[in-house]
Structures are given as C-alpha cells and as structure tokens.
C-alpha cells in the first residue's frame, strides 16, 4: 500500500487541475466566505467569525481534496486498467482503494493543520470546547467523502464526465450542509431538511467541537446522520464500484 501511495501521489502531483482544485481551491473560497459574513447575523447563531470559518474550510478541503480528488482518481486509473491490473496482485480490494485514496487524505489532513494553525493565529480563535467531537467529525468526514468519491465514479464514464457527477454533491454540501452559512440561519423547515445531508453530521461535530455548545441529542443527530450516510456510501462501493471500463 505504501508504494502503491507512493505511485498515486506522483501522479495526483502530474495531474495540475485536479492537484489545483485539491490544494488550492479550499484556501481560496474560505477568502469569499469571510467577505460573506459581514452579512450574516453569526451571534443569534451563537458562532464567531472563526468558530463559523475554519469548520467551513475544513468541509471545503473534505470536498474538494478528499470526495472530488478521488472520484477523478478511481475513475482515470479506472479507465488506464490500472485498478485491474492490481486486483490480481496481492492487495485486496479494500487496500487497493484506501491506497489510491492515501494521498489525497494526506493533503486533506495536511490542509487542516495549515487551516486551524493559520485560523488560530490571524483571528484569534479561542480553544477547542470539545477537541474529541472535531477529531471524530473530521475523520467521519473523511471516510464519507471518500467512499462518496468511489460510488460517484462508478457513474463517471471518464475523467471529463466526473467533472459533472461530482456537482450535485458538491453542491448540495457547500449550500445545504452549514459550510457557506451556518443552519442555524435558514428557516426551520430547510435547516431540518439540510441536517440530514451527507455532510451535515461531520460539519455539526466540527462545528460543535470548537464552540464546544453541543447537546447530546444534536451529538447523537449528527453522528447518525454520518454514520448512515457512510454505511450507504460504503454499501454502494460494494455494489457498484467498477474495477474495468464498461465495453
């Protein structure tokens, strides 16, 4: 699995666009974000500018670096007969694709070290409430997002198409899931719609980790809603996951 990391990183490193939209997009749009919060009324949410931010960046780095990445990933080593030619190896299915997923983690990891130092430090973010429900909402968001990016490839018929299947998802996490404003702000209707969105449930846990204001109801909604929306993700790997191109 190491040299397999190894092989993936080099070329997630030749490819430009995808290696742009992994490392550079989630620091950019954070930027357009901030400008946003003028207009938002974060106190009634019981958010700071940071506590309502650096969540945002982190959900940002989780589409763009982990879900996005991917998908372009399974789907071009798909079609190059790569993922075919390493199931009849040694590694098993699952180390194949958690392999192939190593690099892209990594940069997702190393992108919220960077975020929360640099968050820490320009706007002065106060300690962590509850550092344990950041922790477990970052590594659920992980895991969702890149079993999220094997099933959408399994719809992408080449790398140009996974441009488009990606978007619906996209969308849906960056408008609905409290990354572009919080939920608190939407009417009630919509923010019960919008929790239980894919991403909703990490984001809740990275949120309510800083502020550190969680109730174990909202905790428990939240994990829930992650836990269900990765098991089907995980699911349709096994059931959909293509390992050749259709012919």
Request: glycine share 10%.
């Amino acid at each position: 699995m190491t040299s397999l990391a190894r092989a993936e990183l080099t070329l997630l490193v030749r490819s430009k666009g995808t290696l742009f939209a992994a490392v550079i997009i989630p620091f950019i749009l954070p930027l357009s974000v901030h400008s946003a919060t003028k207009t938002m009324d974060l106190e009634s949410a019981g958010l700071s500018v940071g506590t309502f931010l650096l969540p945002s960046a982190i959900g940002m780095a989780l589409v763009f670096a982990v879900y996005m990445a991917l998908t372009a990933i399974y789907v071009a080593r798909r079609e190059e007969l790569v993922l075919k030619r390493l199931r009849v190896g040694e590694l098993r299915d699952l180390e194949i694709l958690g392999g192939s997923a190593l690099p892209a983690v990594t940069i997702a990891l190393l992108q919220t070290v960077l975020l929360t130092v640099g968050f820490y430090a320009l706007l002065d973010v106060e300690a962590p409430g509850a550092p344990h429900l950041a922790v477990l909402g970052l590594l659920l968001g992980i895991v969702l997002c890149a079993a999220a990016g094997a099933v959408t490839a399994a719809f992408s018929q080449s790398v140009e198409s996974a441009q488009v299947t990606v978007m619906p998802m996209m969308m849906v996490s960056l408008l609905g899931s409290g990354i572009t404003f919080p939920l608190e702000l939407l009417p009630d209707n919509l923010a019960r719609i919008g929790e239980l969105l894919p991403l909703s449930g990490p984001i809740t846990l990275l949120r309510g980790g800083m502020t550190g204001d969680l109730s174990g109801g909202e905790t428990l909604t939240a994990l829930v809603t992650a836990g269900v929306w990765t098991a089907l993700s995980l699911y349709g790997v096994r059931r959909w996951f293509r390992w050749e191109p259709r012919r």
